[in-house]
């Protein structure tokens, strides 16, 4: 393609032509060396002067006014018509030639991309007047521009089509057209291709790119449709791929050394280490040459099809850079025969073959005389001509890989062509798939490659496919021919329609828009030892597979360009580990991040976590943050050693309980037993033991039983107890004022008092637990927000109101007992009981008034051993205080244990 120069508006004629359009153009002109002849009339003046069709116009210059009966190509065109013509306007494919919108749409995509220029978005009107000046002028004179160079005009024969809606059924087939627009079948209803779409390369591209897992990467497209709509097909793909554009360059049509060096500098700068390319070759070699002069290397680049194979790029000079390429390439395919096919044309046995001479001069380097075929000026010697004796002898086919892929497009295309009229030939009547079930009338074939009526369509289409690889290398932007038919639409209808396999065994068929099957060949550029690169396929696109598995690489066949077996890696930012998650950078792509470590109660358990996951309620990360494991318990329990010697203490206090209590009843009858209502004395010692195990209800796992009942039986209990120890001690204020002489007490003493006293206060405390149980019961619960990964096995209270009612209740008898008390403890006695309950309430107090302000600063199971520790040392202060000096005197001083001594007479 590097050869093909763009059409500078100028058509290329044979001498006989140049001739008469010169004669045309003159006519009105005085001719000066010879005065005796007349002038002819000025055109402008009267049109019936000149036209012999009647359907000309006066036009605007002289040059302008020349009618078509004065135009040899329309001649020409008239006389292979059956009926005769007066106007070339006549022809059935006139105006589809040259007037219809979407035939000229072709041509413009096609042109733009020949000339390395941006289409216009909206094309103007004078754009279609130049692209249809091209188009009547292929089709008058079959060539286009200065000498030999090259058009962008599709090889179709137009046929009638509908200008107003902008469609055509014209069928034109492509094998090199790969700009993803032409799929578009509402601009493009007739147009095929055996060339894959650039959407399917640009998902396989993409696909490429993910497959190494590279995230960050370049993209440098030529500033054409080719680049432009590629590369932004490309970008979509990638970025729906999650992989970033550190940045795109694009590479100028025209060369420009600062622009160039510019790409370069953005190249070296990158830390992008994948640079994609879009482009053309003869767009990228002035960017290669210059990032070669900069020795560039460790960049890995991957290629599109267009210069994925070429030989030009893949040189010496570029091979410590290039070195590591990865490209999609065009599906390689040896056609077969294609040799054999090649080595027996000749144009002395072919005059017909219009390839023939063009193919021998391409072969043998030489020219013909008196061709009409044109010549390729700087590349043949003028004096080298062809006699036609040259032997093929000898003579090698090129066999490199662009070859066998193109020619494998083209061999594709005119198969697709042939199985069309294969089967609109033998379409069977009543069988038809037109309506009413008919076939397509064959009755006005024109001019055609191969005899429809010798059986024989598919051997005469090979032939000449043959025929047409020879000239792929220097046409690769033509289309198949496909010669004027009066039943276009059947024909568009049967090659839209074809489903073949080939001779190398690949499925030929067209997709709703008009694409072939994408497959592409992964090439991979190898060096040897003398730094020469070749082209090694490494892998497979195939668009018919399964979604995920349309990309097959052999990685370990790959060579890198940095002498290693590992992948290279291109991102922005480090993949994160496992225990962190990315956290985009403001104002940078998405690819660009720090790692943060997970929140609390997070994990992420793969590298290049976007986000951490939150564990199970019940599970709780290790201190990486990879796993999730369940969750501690916390639970005051028997097991633990806090709980165990709180049990311990308890079931000491409770055991040495019941010795007291056995000790006061085997003493009964002595004094200082009898000596305070030994009923309440046996009350007291049975709720301070009570009391004591109350608290194993709290050492051990919550469960709804054990919530319901130790919070009312410890306070129920602990109000018995304190009630026994107010009775106690009104009863001594009561025993020594009864003494006096003419006191009214002694008829309170007895049991009444203490029963009632007993009782009324204990009852008040079982109110108060009852209403708390009915109203708002405790229950057991998980508390996992109290600790960080702990789960606290606790009872809910449920209502902290009536909880501090019931201590709160506590607390004023145990006031009142020590009010009543202290003002008790001067009574003359020599063992005055009320001094000791002065002491006991007094430590009950100072321990119920410390447990409150540890119960408000513990969590969890240290809460619950604060309450027990104030149940224990509480009772244990009672039980000390009360009994401890009664037991000294029952147990050890038994001499001490009289009613004299007792009432201090002795």
Request: glycine fraction near 4%; aromatic fraction near 10%; charged fraction near 15%.
């Amino acid at each position: 393609m590097a050869t093909i120069q763009p059409y500078q508006y100028r058509a290329e004629y044979s001498k006989d032509e140049v001739i008469e359009r010169e004669r045309c153009r003159n006519v009105g002109e005085s001719n000066d060396e010879s005065p005796d002849h007349e002038p002819e009339p000025s055109r402008m003046e009267d049109v019936s002067t000149w036209c012999s069709c009647s359907r000309c116009k006066v036009m605007p210059t002289e040059v302008e006014n020349c009618c078509c009966q004065e135009n040899s190509g329309c001649l020409a065109y008239k006389s292979e018509e059956d009926t005769p013509l007066l106007c070339i306007t006549e022809l059935h494919d006139s105006r589809p030639a040259t007037l219809t919108r979407s035939v000229l749409r072709i041509m413009m995509v096609l042109m733009h991309a020949l000339r390395a220029t941006v289409r216009p978005r909206n094309p103007s009107n004078k754009w279609y007047r130049l692209v249809a000046y091209r188009s009547s002028t292929w089709w008058l004179y079959g060539r286009l521009g200065f000498r030999v160079r090259r058009s962008t005009l599709m090889e179709a024969q137009p046929l009638t089509s509908d200008e107003t809606t902008g469609t055509s059924s014209i069928p034109m087939v492509s094998y090199f057209s790969s700009i993803a627009l032409l799929s578009n079948k509402i601009q493009f209803p007739s147009f095929l291709r055996t060339m894959p779409s650039d959407h399917f390369q640009a998902r396989g591209l993409a696909l490429l790119v993910v497959h190494f897992s590279w995230t960050w990467v370049g993209l440098l497209s030529a500033e054409n449709d080719y680049g432009a709509l590629g590369a932004q097909l490309l970008k979509e793909n990638l970025l729906a791929s999650g992989v970033c554009i550190a940045f795109h360059e694009t590479l100028p049509i025209i060369p420009s050394a600062i622009r160039n060096n510019a790409i370069s500098n953005t190249v070296k700068a990158s830390s992008a280490n994948v640079i994609l390319v879009f482009s053309d070759d003869l767009y990228l070699l002035p960017a290669l040459k210059i990032l070669a002069m900069e020795n560039i290397t460790g960049k890995v680049w991957i290629a599109s099809e267009v210069w994925s194979t070429l030989s030009i790029v893949a040189i010496k000079d570029f091979a410590s850079m290039m070195r590591g390429t990865l490209g999609l390439a065009i599906k390689e395919g040896k056609v077969p025969q294609m040799k054999d096919s090649l080595l027996s044309v000749h144009p002395y046995t072919s005059p017909n073959d219009i390839f023939a001479e063009l193919y021998w001069q391409e072969v043998f380097q030489c020219r013909w005389q008196n061709s009409s075929q044109p010549q390729r000026d700087g590349n043949i010697n003028s004096t080298d001509w062809c006699i036609g004796s040259e032997k093929m002898d000898g003579f090698e086919i090129p066999t490199n890989d662009y070859d066998h892929r193109t020619t494998y497009n083209i061999y594709n295309a005119v198969y697709a062509v042939a199985h069309a009229l294969h089967e609109m030939h033998y379409c069977v009547p009543e069988d038809g798939p037109f309506i009413h079930n008919t076939c397509a009338n064959l009755g006005s074939f024109q001019a055609w490659q191969v005899d429809v009526q010798s059986n024989n369509v598919l051997e005469s289409s090979e032939s000449w496919s043959l025929k047409l690889l020879s000239l792929t290398k220097d046409n690769a932007f033509s289309l198949i021919k496909c010669m004027g038919l009066s039943t276009h639409m059947a024909l568009l209808y049967y090659v839209k329609h074809v489903h073949f396999k080939n001779s190398l065994g690949d499925e030929m068929y067209f997709d709703d828009n008009g694409d072939p099957p994408a497959l592409y060949d992964v090439v991979n550029w190898q060096s040897e030892e003398d730094g020469t690169i070749h082209y090694v396929n490494v892998g497979s696109f195939d668009s018919r597979s399964p979604q995920g598995q349309e990309l097959l690489i052999n990685i370990s066949a790959v060579q890198w360009n940095t002498h290693s077996t590992e992948v290279p890696l291109s991102m922005c930012s480090e993949i994160c580990l496992p225990g962190y998650r990315k956290a985009l950078k403001i104002g940078r792509p998405a690819c660009c991040f720090d790692c943060v470590p997970c929140a609390a109660g997070e994990i992420s358990n793969e590298t290049g976590s976007r986000n951490c996951r939150s564990c199970p309620i019940d599970e709780w990360p290790n201190e990486e943050r990879t796993k999730c494991f369940p969750k501690r318990i916390e639970s005051l329990s028997y097991q633990e050693p806090l709980g165990s010697i709180l049990t311990a203490s308890a079931m000491f206090c409770s055991f040495s309980t019941v010795i007291i209590l056995c000790t006061f009843i085997k003493h009964q009858n002595t004094p200082i037993v009898k000596a305070n209502n030994v009923k309440v004395t046996y009350l007291l010692l049975v709720s301070l033991t009570l009391s004591f195990l109350s608290t194993l209800l709290f050492i051990k796992e919550p469960s709804q039983a054990t919530c319901l009942l130790r919070q009312p039986a410890f306070g129920i209990m602990f109000a018995l107890c304190i009630s026994c120890v107010l009775a106690k001690t009104i009863m001594v204020v009561i025993a020594f004022s009864a003494t006096k002489p003419g006191s009214n007490m002694r008829r309170w003493l007895g049991n009444l008092v203490p029963m009632v006293t007993v009782s009324g206060c204990t009852l008040s405390q079982v109110l108060i637990c009852v209403s708390w149980l009915l109203l708002c019961p405790p229950f057991p619960e998980k508390n996992m927000k109290l600790k960080t990964g702990t789960i606290i096995l606790q009872c809910n209270e449920c209502s902290q109101t009536a909880f501090w009612c019931m201590l709160g209740y506590m607390g004023m008898l145990a006031c009142v007992s020590f009010l009543v008390a202290f003002l008790a403890r001067k009574l003359p006695d020599s063992f005055n009981e009320a001094k000791w309950i002065t002491f006991s309430m007094l430590v009950f107090l100072s321990v119920w008034f410390s447990f409150v302000l540890g119960y408000l600063s513990t969590q969890g199971k240290y809460m619950v051993a604060v309450e027990v520790f104030g149940i224990i040392s509480s009772s244990a202060g009672i039980l000390i205080c009360i009994f401890l000096p009664k037991c000294y005197i029952i147990l050890l001083r038994p001499s001490m244990n009289t009613r004299g001594h007792l009432l201090g007479k002795q």
